[in-house]
Nanobody, 127 residues
Framework: QVQLVESGGGLVQAGGSLRLSCAASGGTFSRYNMGWFRQAPGKERQFVAAISWSRNNIYYLDSVKGRFTISRDNAKNTVYLQMNGLKPEDTAVYYC????????????????????WGQGTQVTVSS
């Protein structure tokens, strides 16, 4: 059983930056591909970014390319999301998810593929 804890959210003005962290425990972190998703009120959970266990494969939602950067430190069991140039439309609860590479699933962008989730951290961008 893997536990995920997100941190780093907050209130920021448009154009500002935040760095989200997701600390994992209870499993072999390097076994999991990791993803960041977000969910705004009344909307479905949306893929934001994902990184493979080896860091060889990285994917982004088109609207965050060039502004957000996903990274991971397998020695620290932590995945990060550096968010620059934030916009009001980035406002949401941000969740990290862990996708077991041993599950045989293909893909990164669907929430249904992920085996474990954190509790989320609120990001609010004011205009």
């Amino acid at each position: 059983q893997v536990q995920l804890v997100e941190s780093g959210g907050g209130l920021v003005q448009a154009g500002g930056s935040l760095r989200l962290s997701c600390a994992a425990s209870g499993g072999t972190f390097s076994r999991y591909n990791m993803g960041w998703f977000r969910q705004a009120p009344g909307k479905e959970r949306q893929f934001v970014a994902a990184i493979s266990w080896s860091r060889n494969n990285i994917y982004y939602l088109d609207s965050v390319k060039g502004r957000f950067t996903i990274s991971r430190d397998n020695a620290k069991n932590t995945v990060y999301l550096q968010m620059n140039g934030l916009k009001p439309e980035d406002t949401a609860v941000y969740y990290c998810g862990a996708l077991d590479t041993h599950s045989g699933t293909v893909g990164y962008t669907s929430p249904s593929l992920y085996n474990y989730w954190g509790q989320g951290t609120q990001v609010t961008v004011s205009s």
